[in-house]
């Protein structure tokens, strides 16, 4: 399968890493799951729906997790929040991954994201750990905790994990001077490139993202890339280009000649440890907002992963997708509207900032197609009228054209949802077709007509008067 990196803005150095002991509260209460300790946090929970990562290692890592839970702790329980709710537990950072600073040696934190790096060298296991504000070098510590050190070592690349132990100063000969929170061993690449592309991206606050094709290299030749069929790929989710790097087997890099000249005095290797690129393998790269990236990458990891063969179509693969937002930022009209729609009900821990929160929604995916979606809906007025506030809709436009749901939900509504199935997906997806055009009785072209009744056809001038409708032609 393809794998994923990503690389952001750089930061200032500091000698710091931090000695892995314990995978936090996760392991010490029974009644929490992986899953759910993701979605506590913003920048995890959007990770969840939209990650490349497959739900298998979710899975695992969760079951893993609970089968060593008793066996790690011997200090007690961290007390629980006054504010949390009764039997739950929900695992919080104490610091960022790349807010570790100098004074914090000898402190205990926390940290939560992703893994962006892992290695096993000999009896030590360590491995980065990355979150929106940076990257830190987690190390095990094999004889004081075998068995966090035992579930580290199983770890892959964009796992997600909390983490807790002490800040220690890491070896002088090993220090980095590139990170912020010390002198590890991947450096942020890309920080500081002259490449105008991947620069105008990170000054504007975007990201930049790899994703890397097994032994692409040979397979997909420049012309692909640059004007064939990956290349209209991208094009087709938004993207401008295709900028990619090719692993040679020497270990160079061949590509854009200004990408590849950025990528000197060390770079270049940390490059490749940080997205596991072997002699061989191709690098594509997507920039700009992460939706936008993260809408390329995906449409180019399933050409890549279809071309290759290595989906198992005789596999049947079923997840819920949950903790989605409640609104996504239109850039056009400067405002934020709803993922979903305006009536979905937003996650009653997140009320405080309705413009960050999850929304109660949830889609069924099967072998990667949406085969459900539906919500929870408001049911309380003043909750509708917040979440119309928030997508601009003033109390005088929300009474004119809401009007009557408001004054229904002042009657009272009980608490209400539901979901809505695609039977005719479904079918497809059993039948092994890859169009619903396949399975369904009348089918549509693309372009909507009906190929038996030769549908839609011109309307009667007399039908149209009767309706009081009319047609005009308007020319620039």
């Given amino acids: 399968m393809a794998r994923a990196a990503t690389a952001t803005a750089g930061r200032v150095?500091?000698?710091?890493?931090?000695?892995f002991t314990t995978f936090s509260s996760l392991l010490r209460?029974?009644?929490?799951?992986?899953?759910?300790?993701?979605?506590?946090?913003?920048?995890?929970?959007?990770?969840?729906?939209?990650?490349?990562?497959?739900?298998?290692?979710?899975?695992?890592?969760?079951?893993?997790?609970?089968?060593?839970?008793?066996?790690?702790?011997?200090?007690p329980v961290i007390a629980k929040s006054q504010t949390e709710a009764p039997g739950l537990q929900w695992v919080s950072r104490t610091d960022g991954c790349g807010e570790v600073k100098n004074e914090d040696v000898g402190k205990r934190v926390r940290l939560c994201g992703w893994v962006a790096l892992h290695r096993i060298h000999g009896a030590v296991t360590f491995f980065n750990l990355r979150d929106h504000t940076g990257i830190t070098q987690i190390?095990?510590?094999?004889?004081?905790?075998?068995?966090?050190?035992?579930?580290?070592?199983?770890?892959?690349?964009?796992?997600?994990?909390?983490?807790?132990?002490?800040?220690r100063y890491r070896p002088e000969e090993a220090w980095n001077p590139t990170m912020k929170t010390g002198k590890i061993e991947v450096s942020e690449v890309f920080s500081g490139t002259d490449f105008q592309i991947f620069m105008d991206t990170l000054q504007s606050g975007g990201v930049i993202k790899a994703l890397v094709v097994p032994l692409g290299s040979n397979k997909y030749s420049n012309t692909s890339l640059k004007k064939g069929d990956i290349y209209k790929e991208a094009i087709k989710s938004g993207a401008k280009g295709?900028?990619?790097?090719?692993?040679?087997?020497?270990?160079?890099?061949?590509?854009?000649?200004?990408?590849?000249?950025?990528?000197?005095?060390?770079?270049?290797?940390?490059?490749?440890?940080?997205?596991?690129?072997?002699?061989?393998?191709?690098?594509?790269?997507?920039?700009?907002?992460?939706?936008?990236?993260?809408?390329?990458?995906?449409?180019?990891?399933?050409?890549?992963?279809?071309?290759?063969?290595?989906?198992?179509?005789?596999?049947?693969?079923?997840?819920?997708?949950?903790?989605?937002?409640?609104?996504?930022?239109?850039?056009?009209?400067?405002?934020?509207?709803?993922?979903?729609?305006?009536?979905?009900?937003?996650?009653?821990?997140?009320?405080?900032?309705?413009?960050?929160?999850?929304?109660?929604?949830?889609?069924?995916?099967?072998?990667?197609?949406e085969i459900g979606g539906g919500s929870l809906r408001i049911y309380k007025r003043d909750i509708q009228e917040k979440v119309l506030q928030t997508i601009g809709i003033t109390p005088d436009q929300a009474e004119e054209k809401f009007g009557y749901l408001l004054e229904a939900l002042d009657f009272g509504a009980p608490p209400h949802g539901g979901i809505a199935y695609g039977l005719d997906r479904l079918v497809m997806l059993l039948a092994g077709e890859s169009s619903i055009r396949d399975v369904i009785a009348f089918p549509k072209t693309t372009t909507a007509q009906c190929s038996l009744t030769k549908t839609p056809s011109r309307v009667d001038p007399k039908q149209l008067r009767e309706l009081s409708y009319s047609i005009e032609k308007f020319t620039d």
Wanted: one cysteine or more.
């Fill in 139 to 167: 190390i095990t510590l094999p004889e004081e905790f075998p068995m966090a050190h035992a579930v580290a070592n199983r770890l892959r690349l964009e796992y997600v994990v909390a983490v807790e132990g002490l800040v």
């Fill in 13 to 19: 150095a500091v000698p710091l890493s931090i000695h």
């Fill in 242 to 369: 295709v900028p990619f790097l090719k692993v040679l087997e020497n270990g160079g890099l061949e590509g854009i000649p200004a990408l590849t000249s950025t990528l000197e005095n060390g770079k270049r290797e940390d490059l490749l440890n940080q997205c596991s690129a072997k002699p061989g393998d191709l690098i594509v790269f997507a920039v700009g907002q992460p939706s936008a990236v993260n809408k390329t990458l995906g449409r180019l990891r399933l050409y890549f992963a279809c071309d290759l063969g290595v989906i198992d179509n005789s596999t049947h693969s079923i997840l819920w997708v949950t903790d989605f937002p409640m609104f996504e930022w239109n850039e056009s009209e400067l405002r934020l509207e709803p993922l979903h729609h305006p009536f979905t009900a937003p996650n009653p821990n997140d009320l405080s900032d309705l413009s960050t929160a999850r929304a109660l929604a949830y889609d069924m995916v099967y072998n990667g197609i």
């Fill in 29 to 75: 209460t029974s009644s929490i799951s992986f899953r759910s300790s993701i979605s506590q946090f913003p920048c995890l929970s959007s990770f969840y729906y939209s990650s490349l990562l497959s739900r298998s290692s979710v899975r695992f890592f969760s079951r893993k997790l609970n089968s060593i839970r008793s066996k790690i702790y011997s200090q």
